[in-house]
């Protein structure tokens, strides 16, 4: 090298940012300390907490200048500003919404990941991280069914994983322009929203979307999703793509997925099955039991980051025949050849991202340092925590909407109140009691126009006192509201 080039005014002069090995050593020690002392009081900590500054807008705190702070004064803002607000997903208190996980492995394999870099979006870029993924795809298919011949990728969640199988469905339909008001989509009323935003991303908007009447335990009703498909084929219409939920998110039912797919093949109708919540279960017998069926599906989708316990940003596809994707996103260009000489699909070739996270190593890593018997034990233990939380409620005469069917529980307080206001203040009243507590946190719903409360059970850490924790806290809150009165 020239000895003047390290004379250049644009040469950075101390190389700050290929730290020594002592720097990164301080710190690793910083951060870990900081991410140990997390863990550590997770259980003493609060599940929810406001922030003086929660619902403004200001971002002093987070503005990127020419001023620099140390390590652990920058830790200090993020605990402060970001750990001290809103809802803490990694504690077992979580039992809003569909919970997170948030595995300590798994957030060693996304360091491990990040830091060497490797990029798992082409065979020819890195073949130990696609066969690596392939092999967690291979897995997963397996797992719901499948035999030979399907394909997947892995992606940031089951929104994108909805979307890459929806606009599999189109471009398999192959649905004239002068056609697409004449094809016909069927769900659940209870279909996730996402579902309903990939339909408009992708172009399907315009496709007429029936939603099917549930039966009472807010599953799809078979009886009514076969008429009105042929009612829609005497009309001329086009029967295109019919959606399912493996748990739905709202009280986790799953809709007669072996019914359905029979339905399906009966007229060539694409199925697809929203599984993000309840696809895992199938690592349980109880979960195979009530999944029956699911490797008909023409397309289904899987969140690790719930049924696996792994950090937000874990999706999975599967699709039954491999062609489906490859046709649909396999694209070349000039600057990519070398690659091809490897002749070997990527996952670049089977979703829209070229650039991608290496997601595999944070799902790989904890599945066999543990296997996976060790997630299934965890399943199996939210299972019978939901049956106890179900029992108790019913004897604290809560009006549970339906029975569990995985680890979902929506549930009101009605009893002897006729007046749908009163209904809606004292379960909002009883969810503000909670949230102000802060250690244990719910979620609610609309369910027949009626405030309905939501326990969802998925965390790893999630146990029998957190559940006991819970049924305290709605008594107290019935008593307190009581005396209000």
């Keep these: 090298m020239n000895n003047n080039t390290t004379k250049d005014s644009n040469y950075p002069q101390d190389l700050i940012l290929e730290e020594t090995k002592e720097q990164r050593e301080f710190m690793e020690k ?91 979006g082409v065979f020819y870029a890195s073949p130990g991280a696609v066969k690596m993924e392939n092999a ?48 016909i989509i069927y769900c659940s009323p209870q279909a996730h929203h996402s579902i309903f935003k990939a339909i408009q991303i992708i172009g399907m908007d315009s496709y007429a979307i029936h939603k099917i009447p549930l039966d009472n335990a807010f599953k799809l009703s078979v009886a009514h999703l076969e008429q009105q498909i042929e009612v829609d084929l005497k009309a001329g219409l086009n029967p295109f793509l019919v959606i399912a939920n493996a748990g739905s998110t709202d009280v986790g039912a799953i809709d007669p997925i072996e019914q359905v797919s029979a339905i399906c093949k009966k007229h060539s109708i694409w199925f697809h099955v929203d599984a993000a919540y309840g696809g895992f279960f199938a690592l349980t017998k109880t979960g195979r039991d009530k999944l029956k069926g699911l490797q008909h599906a023409d397309s289904i989708i899987l969140d690790p980051h719930k049924g696996l316990f792994l950090p937000y940003g874990s999706g999975i596809v599967l699709v039954k025949k491999l062609k489906h994707l490859t046709n649909t996103f396999k694209f070349d260009a000039s600057y990519m050849q070398d690659s091809y000489k490897m002749d070997r699909i990527s996952p670049a070739d089977m979703s829209p991202e070229l650039s991608k996270h290496f997601r595999g ?62 209904i809606n203040r004292i379960n909002k009243f009883i969810l503000k009691t909670l949230l102000d507590d802060g250690r244990i946190f719910l979620s609610s719903t609309m369910i027949d126009d009626k405030f309905t409360l939501r326990a969802a059970l998925l965390s790893f850490r999630t146990h029998k006192n957190h559940i006991d924790l819970l049924l305290d806290l709605l008594a107290n809150s019935l008593d307190t509201y009581s005396k209000r009165s």
């Excluded at 003086?52 to 500003?81: K, M, W, Y």
């Excluded at 018997?373 to 339906?402: G, I, M, P, R, W």
């Design 30 to 120: 910083i951060v870990l300390d900081f991410g140990h002392k997390f863990i550590h009081n997770l259980e003493q900590d609060k599940v929810y907490h406001g922030h003086p500054d929660v619902h403004g807008d200001q971002l002093h705190e987070f503005e990127i200048d020419a001023h620099t702070q140390s390590l652990e004064e920058l830790l200090d803002t993020f605990d402060r500003n970001v750990l001290k607000t809103g809802l803490n997903p990694a504690s077992g208190g979580h039992l809003g919404y569909i919970p997170g996980g948030g595995l300590y492995s798994s957030a060693l394999g996304d360091f491990l990941a990040a830091l060497t870099n490797r990029y798992a």
């Design 361 to 422: 190593l944070r799902m790989w890593l904890p599945l066999k340092l543990y296997g996976p018997q060790a997630f299934a034990n965890y399943l199996d233990e939210k299972l019978v925590l939901t049956s106890y939380l179900y029992t108790a409620l019913l004897k604290l005469n809560f009006h549970v909407v339906c029975e569990p069917e995985l680890t979902v529980v929506a549930f009101r307080y009605e009893a002897n109140i006729h007046e749908l206001g009163e």
């Design 136 to 183: 967690l795809i291979k897995w997963a298919g397996e797992l719901i069914g499948y035999d030979q011949g399907f394909g997947g990728n892995l992606t940031s969640g089951g929104s994108i994983a909805n979307l890459i199988a929806l606009t599999c469905a189109r471009h398999h339909g192959k649905t004239l322009f002068n056609e697409m008001s004449k094809s």
